[in-house]
């Protein structure tokens, strides 16, 4: 049997009142690809923190859309919304540093002015940086 190779998207009310439902699809996502608990709740921190940071940005009234990736043994989640303006997350804040302890990669991506996303990998059983 092959390697699990899914696609999922949601989209969602850029409202923190609906973070609660992506955690809940993150950690599902996750323990389908046989994640430890423990990578399971770092994972769903880390799209919980990257979406925090990206509603900051977020125009009133608009989506926070959310793909997850599912390959073998990792996970990549990009989540994004329409912003006013270039702007890009501030890569020297606390939110970011636990991102990037939280996760194995995590990139911040501008593909047009009036859009930013977040994308995170995590790989099932690697190991953190002590």
């Not at 998207?9 to 993150?26: E, G, N």
């Amino acid at each position: 049997m092959g390697a699990i190779r899914d696609v999922v998207s949601a989209r969602l009310p850029a409202d923190s009142a609906y973070l609660s439902v992506l955690r809940m699809i993150t950690a599902g996502l996750a323990a389908r690809l046989d994640f430890t608990l423990d990578e399971i709740e770092d994972l769903r921190i880390a799209v919980d923190e990257a979406c925090a940071m990206l509603l900051n940005e977020s125009v009133p009234g608009t989506d926070l859309t959310a793909e997850f990736e599912l390959a073998g043994q990792e996970m990549q989640v990009r989540v994004e919304v329409a912003t006013v303006g270039n702007s890009t997350p501030k890569r020297d804040d606390f939110a970011w540093m636990v991102l990037t302890a939280l996760a194995d990669e995590v990139d911040a991506v501008t593909d047009s002015p009036d859009r930013m996303a977040i994308v995170l990998r995590k790989r099932r059983g690697a190991a953190r940086p002590s």
